[in-house]
């Protein structure tokens, strides 16, 4: 009984990790994001392969997570939030003050 368990253990292990890694593989960056459409998820449908994406939201001026439903949607779509907020987030300018 303890080694059935144990297999299903591990077995569940390795499927999670399977998971997370194509999802996160699957995410193929787009040419020309933008920063300043509303989110959409895009519509599901044959070969459309759904997933977490990150799209930037200008009134809360922060990165939200959103499922995307695999085909279509527009370009404020990015694979990650890091690369949402490097892309969409304003930088600070280093103030100058002279005298």
Known sequence: MILINLQFLVFLILWT??????TAQRCTPLA????TAQANPGTTGPGCLPGTR???DSSS???????????????N???SRVVCERSCLPT????????
Do not use: E, H
């Open 17 to 22: 990790v399977n998971l997370y890694g194509t």
């Open 32 to 35: 020309n994001p933008t920063c």
């Open 92 to 99: 600070a300018r280093p103030r100058v003050v002279v005298g």
């Open 61 to 75: 001026r922060r990165c939200t997570a959103f499922t995307y439903q695999g085909c279509g949607g527009n370009s």
């Open 77 to 79: 779509r990015y694979c």
């Open 54 to 56: 990150w799209s930037y």
